[in-house]
């Protein structure tokens, strides 16, 4: 009992009322207000996705996991992400909304299949085919035919991955065998566009 004589109560009643009054506060954000247990993920998330255009490699793809693992509370910024001046940021943003899953983005993501760069326009067009919207599918038949390598890998992983096909294709091919795989693709595409009328 001599221990809690030792302690001033005025000091301690002020930790306590601190305490409880950092429970109440309140974050404004696009969705209204929230309660001050959110403020520590929205600052997390604010961060991650400002530092996207700075990372690279394992430690983007890290960064890029965390946001698809915070999922929903990430969206608004995600989205705001898209309209980006950097590329990285509005590629990523694309391929998080993906993960996620929420078919609700489809349409931010959709205003990138016209992106300036390639790299975002393929990637817009991956997470949309993913989250079930087949706009995607003419951008990535098209990217077949992009003279980067990486590209060309991208958008045939994405079509293998979503149609279970591959038509002979091989991105690192010869061009020859690579064009008549694309001539498959594009008949596929083309019998996809009939079947959607």
Not at 37 to 63: C, F, K, Q, T, W
Not at 74 to 79: C, E, G, I, P
Not at 146 to 170: H, I, M, N
Request: glycine share 8%.
């Amino acid at each position: 009992m001599r221990l809690l004589r030792s302690v001033p109560l005025a000091p301690l009643a002020l930790l306590v009322l601190a305490l409880g009054l950092s429970s109440c506060v309140t974050v404004e954000s696009d969705e209204g207000a929230r309660p001050g247990a959110d403020v520590v993920l929205e600052l997390e998330i604010e961060r991650r996705v400002a530092e996207i255009p700075y990372m690279h490699g394992v430690e983007l793809v890290s960064n890029l996991e965390r946001l698809a693992a915070i999922g929903q509370p990430a969206v608004s910024k995600l989205v705001k992400a898209l309209h980006s001046d950097d590329q990285l940021s509005r590629a990523s943003a694309c391929w998080v909304l993906g993960v996620i899953g929420d078919r609700q983005n489809i349409p931010a993501v959709r205003e990138l299949l016209d992106d300036r760069e390639t790299v975002v326009r393929y990637q817009a067009a991956a997470s949309l085919v993913e989250l079930g919207d087949n706009a995607g599918f003419p951008v990535l038949v098209d990217g077949l035919s992009d003279p980067s390598l990486q590209a060309r890998y991208k958008c045939f992983e994405t079509l293998r991955d979503v149609t279970g096909q591959d038509f002979g294709y091989e991105h690192d091919g010869a061009p020859t065998v690579r064009n008549q795989a694309i001539v498959r693709w594009q008949e596929w595409l083309d019998g996809w566009r009939a079947s959607a009328l």
